[in-house]
């Protein structure tokens, strides 16, 4: 507006335009110490501000609460961070702020894009492959356990592993899992529980940052556990947590309780199966016992009637045969109208062989009598 021939502007057209302006900056990332963090779950936004640990320079921060619990970073008041966003106007107040995407925290970045590139160099050697994976032994008699001294992790493994298999038997190997000095240490405690005679190797930690846990993306932690003569179990950090040597083990555990579960039987588990094959075994011995039963009693059976059936069939032959001889008789001649004639201890077969007045035998089908030649 106009006054006294000088162009005003109002307070809320001067931030307005400010703003639009402050808009046109491209986003870009910020490195400072994170301080005065706000995080109340009934607020919609975060608040923070950045700080120069250099000389002090202030900027104040906001990120929308759901994309700063999505990273659960754990994020504390004096952690170094690099934040990623763009210049933002609170009109109403004029006040210049950023307005956060993401966060890392510091040196994040760099890592990540390393330890990409070494998974990309292993995955090409084949230290990933499927193929690769050993089956875990089902009763191991020597457990090797690789974690740190005092550590939560390995009273999870140790306490889980004696309540499912007492007898279990755990070498530990107490060792630095964090720092830099870790992947020396990691490396030389599995040589060393391989050259004990273990069957199985758990590596085990606790959650952590990504710093933290940088030792198990180590390439010769990597190499030792792929190359180690006996299975590996990784059981490091939480469930979300990737560390490289997670890859090239045979078996990933979520957690090291999980561990414990996946290296030894569960006691309780076995006995019970123990019953219930017996159990089987005892039906099937009893179902097996009734089938010889039965066959005994068939053939049994078969045997008395046996010697009946084998008179009968004899019988039957023996009638037979009688007819075949009875049709084979003279006597069935005789029935029939025939008649047998004897000159003495001679059968008659020809009217030549007797003359007029001989003395002749007449035998027919109901006896016999005597005859002389006319």
Not at 213 to 223: G, I, M
């Amino acid at each position: 507006m106009e006054v006294d021939g000088r162009k005003v502007y109002t307070v809320r057209a001067f931030n307005r335009g400010l703003a639009r302006w402050v808009n046109r900056l491209p986003t870009l990332w910020i490195e400072g110490e994170l301080t005065e963090l706000r995080h109340q779950q009934r607020w919609a936004s975060v608040f923070f501000t950045l700080k120069d640990p250099e000389d002090g320079a202030c900027l104040p921060v906001q990120m929308p609460r759901g994309q700063f619990e999505a990273l659960d970073l754990g994020l504390a008041d004096g952690e170094r961070v690099h934040v990623f966003g763009r210049a933002e106007l609170y009109e109403q107040r004029g006040e210049l702020r950023l307005k956060a995407l993401s966060i890392e925290r510091f040196g994040l970045g760099a890592h990540l894009a390393a330890l990409e590139r070494l998974k990309r160099k292993l995955a090409a050697e084949g230290l990933f492959d499927e193929s690769r994976k050993r089956a875990l032994p089902p009763f191991p008699r020597l457990i090797g356990l690789v974690t740190g001294n005092d550590a939560a992790a390995k009273r999870d493994v140790l306490t889980h592993i004696v309540q499912r298999f007492p007898p279990a038997n755990v070498l530990v190997a107490e060792t630095y899992v964090q720092g830099p000095r870790a992947p020396v240490a990691i490396q030389q405690a599995i040589a060393d529980l391989c050259g004990r005679g273990v069957d199985v190797i758990v590596l085990a930690r606790g959650g952590g940052s990504l710093e933290d846990l940088l030792p198990f993306s180590d390439e010769r932690v990597v190499r030792a556990v792929a190359e180690c003569a006996v299975p590996v179990v990784s059981a490091v950090g939480h469930e979300q947590d990737n560390p490289l040597c997670d890859l090239a083990a045979d078996v990933r555990a979520s957690t090291p309780t999980a561990a414990a579960r996946v290296v030894v039987p569960d006691l309780a588990e076995l006995r019970a199966q123990v019953v219930r094959t017996r159990e089987r075994l005892h039906r099937g011995a009893q179902r097996a016992a009734e089938r010889h039963a039965q066959r005994l009693e068939g053939a049994h059976e078969r045997l008395q009637r046996a010697p009946l059936l084998a008179l009968e069939r004899r019988t039957a032959r023996l009638d037979t045969l009688h007819a075949k001889l009875g049709a084979l008789s003279p006597f069935a001649t005789l029935e029939r109208g025939y008649a047998i004639v004897h000159r003495g201890d001679d059968v008659v077969r020809s009217a030549e062989q007797v003359n007029a007045g001989d003395a002749i035998d007449v035998r027919v089908a109901e006896g016999t009598f005597g005859a002389t030649v006319g």
